[in-house]
């Protein structure tokens, strides 16, 4: 059975939760939409090992950046009207200026990167860490995202984050390059 906690745990023993993400763990979190799986996005290590459980060889991962400043910083923002829209349910697809800033297993060598804030307190768990987290949804590729702490507890990860089941929708992805919007509400 996999470690499960509450916001409430990861609160009160935030300096322990942030060391274990450090030291590689890779684990299921809630945000304001789904759950996600995440990990240190610097960290190939862990990276990799999240494209494993979602038997996604090509496809890059988003991640939860720890503010707008840090997006700022790592990409190419030509219209910053789009970071109005964070925090909340949305993902840009921004050019990535720093290639540096995650693992090139996340990004699978492109040029531009996915990144989210959610209107929701992971968010603050990620200020904290002060790098960005994978967040992709739990679910093998191409299948339907996993709500429940039993559908959860199928993925082999180091802990689950748990707040009860979700019944919301992944994010909205917004191609800051191409205008295109995916909704996937």
Request: include cysteine; hydrophobic fraction near 40%.
């Amino acid at each position: 059975m996999i470690p499960t906690h509450t916001p409430d745990d990861v609160r009160a023993r935030l300096q322990e939760f942030l060391l274990h993400i450090a030291s590689g763990a890779v684990f299921i979190h809630p945000t304001d939409t789904i759950y996600g799986i995440g990990c240190d996005a610097t960290n190939t290590t862990s990276v990799e090992r999240i494209r494993l459980l979602k038997q996604r060889d090509t496809k890059p991962f988003s991640v939860i950046a720890p503010s707008k400043k840090w997006i700022l910083d790592n990409c190419r923002i030509k219209d910053q009207s789009a970071l109005d829209k964070l925090p909340g349910p949305y993902t840009l697809i921004v050019p990535l200026a720093n290639k540096n800033a995650v693992s090139p297993a996340a990004t699978m060598n492109l040029d531009t990167l996915g990144v989210r804030i959610p209107a929701h307190w992971i968010s603050e768990l990620v200020a904290f860490f002060a790098k960005p987290i994978i967040t992709t949804s739990v679910n093998l590729s191409g299948q339907k995202p996993a709500n429940t702490l039993a559908e959860l507890q199928k993925t082999a990860t180091d802990f689950i984050i748990y707040e009860g089941e979700k019944t919301g929708n992944p994010s909205t992805i917004i191609n800051t390059i191409t205008g295109q919007i995916l909704n996937r509400r």
